[in-house]
């Protein structure tokens, strides 16, 4: 599975952002992971083809993910974003999803640049 990620950008603290990913096959999980200058990646979000939707603490309220089925796609509608969420969002596809979300599959796209700055 490939997976194209697109959008992020540059936008002033509270703005909005967003972003998507399409991947080339259908896929059950997928996720957005995010990782900052001189940190570990995080778990963002996640989500299953059935509905489920999960958030990291960080972003609860703020971000919003969504999955189109039938288009193989998953996108992240970002807003009030704070300095914090400053990190290059990366696409996840494959994860293993057990009553909740536990662990990234193989399958990373291409990091985008999200940049939050005044």
């Known amino acids: 599975v490939q997976l194209q990620a697109s959008g992020g950008g540059l936008v002033q603290p509270g703005g909005s952002l967003s972003l998507s990913c399409v991947a080339s096959r259908a896929v059950d999980v997928m996720a957005w992971y995010r990782q900052a200058p001189g940190k570990t990646r995080e778990l963002v979000a996640s989500s299953t083809s059935a509905g489920t939707r999960g958030y990291a603490d960080a972003v609860k309220g703020r971000f919003t993910i969504s999955r189109d089925v039938a288009k193989n796609s998953m996108y992240q509608q970002m807003d009030n974003l704070k300095l914090e969420d400053t990190a290059v969002y990366y696409c996840?596809?494959?994860?293993?999803?057990?009553?909740?979300?536990?662990?990234?599959?193989?399958?990373w796209g291409r990091g985008t640049q999200v940049t939050v700055s005044s």
């Open positions: 996840n596809a494959g994860g293993y999803y057990d009553t909740y979300y536990k662990r990234p599959g193989d399958m």
